[in-house]
């Protein structure tokens, strides 16, 4: 039963705010930490107590969910850095670690095997949705790790969206870096796209609708074309998040001998937008790049 299970929920950032939220308001006794904490504070009126660290969220937990920024703050909070004790080394024998934040297949691979030695039960579960997905419960989960632990999780998944288990650990974190080649790249096409339409004199609000239902429709030529046209950037994939990923992706390629050209060219968008200091703006602002490259202001 929900109320008889604790929850160490580790990150309440613009998506695991709603997270914790939706696990709370379902009957889950949840215990939050944040790096700021007043991010977290407004949790209180949903019943959630906040921890003054990482590892007292944790302690003693049934569940421990991390959903931090990237791999190194997963591994900080996670296996602990200098004088901070890690969550893994409070966390009892038996309970489960489930990592939530996108981070390198490497990463969540170490993470794996030192949860094993902990007694820990361990599965990386990123999600894609951004915070619509995660404030409405209608999450993607892609989850690698521990099989048992998956099936005994579906509860607590299903407040947060639809799961789906990959395999070993790790495998959850390489599915999302699928995702995000896939969310990246079309964002870039979308972009490119309606640019050349709004530049040939044609109104991008009536092409998006003429393509509608047709093979070149998406949720992403929907929502974040017609954002892009609007000038609606608000964050909820940002663009240094969707940078990250994207650099994750192409090195892992490279390494297994992949050749990724569209996913160099996303690289370069997303790259020039964090230099352009508009890291914390909308994956949709490779918009305001392609603008910007061409010409025609930003």
């Keep these: ?65 991390v959903m931090v920024a990237d791999g190194p703050s997963s591994d900080e909070v996670i296996l602990g850095t200098g004088e901070n004790t890690g969550i893994l080394e409070r966390m009892r024998a038996g309970s489960t670690l489930l990592v939530m934040s996108s981070i390198p297949v490497a990463t969540a691979a170490a993470q794996g095997k030192a949860a094993e030695a902990a007694k820990v039960r361990y599965l990386d579960a990123p999600v894609s949705g951004g915070e619509p997905g995660a404030r409405d419960g209608k999450l993607t989960i892609m989850a690698g790790g521990d099989a048992q632990a998956f099936e005994e999780m579906q509860p607590v998944f299903a407040v947060m969206g639809r799961s789906t288990y990959i395999g070993r650990a790790g495998a959850g974190s390489l599915a999302k870096l699928a995702n995000q080649v896939i969310v990246g790249n079309a964002i870039q096409s979308v972009a490119e796209a309606l640019l050349l339409v709004q530049a040939g004199g044609a109104d991008p609000k009536a092409v998006i609708e003429a393509l509608t239902g047709g093979f070149a429709d998406s949720p992403i030529l929907q929502n974040h074309g017609s954002r892009m046209i609007a000038g609606d950037f608000k964050p909820g994939g940002r663009c240094h998040t969707q940078l990250k990923d994207t650099r994750s992706a192409q090195e892992l390629g490279t390494s297994l001998g992949i050749v990724m050209p569209m996913t160099a060219q996303a690289r370069e968008t997303y790259a020039n937008l964090v230099e352009n200091g508009q890291g914390d703006l909308d994956h949709n602002a490779a918009w305001l790049d392609l603008r910007r490259r061409s010409g025609m202001g930003s």
């Excluded at 914790?20 to 889950?28: K, N």
């Design 1 to 65: 039963m929900p109320g008889q299970l604790s929850i160490g929920f580790i990150g309440t950032g613009i998506m695991g705010f709603h997270m914790a939220r939706r696990l709370a308001q379902a009957g889950y006794r949840i215990t939050a930490w944040n790096r700021t904490e007043a991010k977290a504070e407004p949790l209180r009126d949903y019943g959630v107590d906040i921890a003054a660290t990482a590892a007292d969220a944790a302690g003693g937990a049934g569940i421990a969910i």
